[in-house]
């Protein structure tokens, strides 16, 4: 039975990492970490954690972790990546978004390079049940030769949008996009906020890939709706189009069509979400085991699918069309989130 803990409480992510842990196969919730002790103790007592601490490196040094979930604000990620990588964690799970501007998203690439700890992404939408047995569909053909991909959230980017990316990607695994052609628009989202979550309102974006395949991504208000729910938190969706048919997944409905025949579904967000977290968290403990089971949410991918937003921004400040070649050296442009600011300001 290996051993897990958590570094931050707050939100609903942290309590569905906790909630998972009742269908985790062999790991279990030991230690959490948070630096407001009532908010700790409050957690703790909900989710029956006997260890807790008010600095993550001591609960790293004493626990001795296998797994480590970070909730935290993403300014803040690297700091515990490196502490995680001293102590000598295995693996870590960390929310999205990875980054916030291109700073610390290089900061955080060249770390991935050298690291050993195992790093992933906490996209559990990826292990849903029914997005399993979508994605597991296209990949053996089911609807032929993929040709299009259209995907959708109502929140912005910083909160969906890589949710939705790593989605396009789930679709089509090991292709990486070529070039990307983005706008954005709307300010309210790029200021200051505890999260450091940072966007502008609505975006939409074009993006390449080398196969031939072309995907829409659209994020905020102006996205489509894509259930009856009224939480804009509940709208994330994504079809996938191929030369013999489609499928279309939303948070609470299936669709798919194959030579002429269609088929579709119902499911339960919530309960799939807990499942979904359960087999994500399983997979890392499957990757402690065998360096050959390398984990779909890996840093690597994830750090693909981050520099993508950050050259949807780029594309739309410059107004041009951005080839997706490896991550510069230094920032293409500095403190880009301010640079939003400025320019959105004045729209």
Not at 95 to 110: C, G, N, S, T
Not at 132 to 146: A, D, F, N, Y
Not at 154 to 174: E, K, S, V, W
Request: charged content about 25%; hydrophobic content about 40%.
């Amino acid at each position: 039975m290996y051993k897990c803990a958590s570094v931050g409480v707050s939100g609903s992510r942290a309590r569905g990492h906790a909630e998972a842990y009742s269908h985790v196969r062999r790991g279990r919730l030991v230690a959490v970490s948070t630096r407001r002790r009532e908010s700790l103790d409050a957690f703790a007592d909900e989710y029956d954690v006997p260890a807790r601490y008010t600095d993550y490196r001591e609960m790293f040094s004493r626990e001795r972790p296998d797994l480590v979930h970070v909730n935290t604000p993403p300014d803040v990620r690297l700091e515990i990546f490196e502490a995680a990588e001293e102590a000598g964690v295995p693996t870590v799970i960390v929310e999205k978004p990875l980054a916030v501007q291109w700073e610390d998203f290089l900061a955080i690439h060249r770390f991935a390079q050298r690291a050993k700890v195992k790093i992933a992404v906490n996209h559990q939408l990826h292990f849903h049940p029914r997005r399993q047995t979508l994605q597991k569909l296209v990949r053996e053909g089911g609807i032929g030769e993929v040709r299009f991909i259209d995907a959708s959230a109502r929140m912005n980017m910083a909160y969906q949008g890589t949710h939705t990316l790593q989605a396009i990607g789930a679709f089509q695994p090991d292709v990486a996009a070529s070039s990307v052609f983005g706008q954005v628009s709307g300010a309210e989202g790029l200021q200051e906020n505890p999260k450091r979550h940072y966007a502008p309102d609505h975006c939409v974006a074009s993006i390449a890939y080398p196969n031939g395949v072309h995907a829409l991504l659209r994020c905020g208000p102006s996205a489509p709706l894509a259930t009856d729910r009224e939480s804009i938190a509940m709208h994330k969706r994504i079809a996938v189009h191929g030369t013999r048919g489609f499928v279309r997944w939303t948070m609470f409905s299936c669709e798919t069509g194959r030579d002429g025949k269609i088929e579709s579904g119902r499911h339960d967000y919530f309960e799939e979400d807990v499942l979904g977290q359960a087999a994500m968290t399983d997979a890392m403990l499957d990757w402690i085991e065998d360096d050959a089971k390398v984990h779909p949410l890996n840093i690597h991918n994830a750090l693909r699918e981050f520099h993508i937003v950050l050259n949807i921004y780029m594309s739309a400040l410059r107004r041009e069309v951005r080839p997706l070649a490896d991550p510069p050296g230094t920032p293409p442009q500095p403190n880009l989130i301010d640079e939003m600011r400025r320019q959105l300001a004045q729209a």
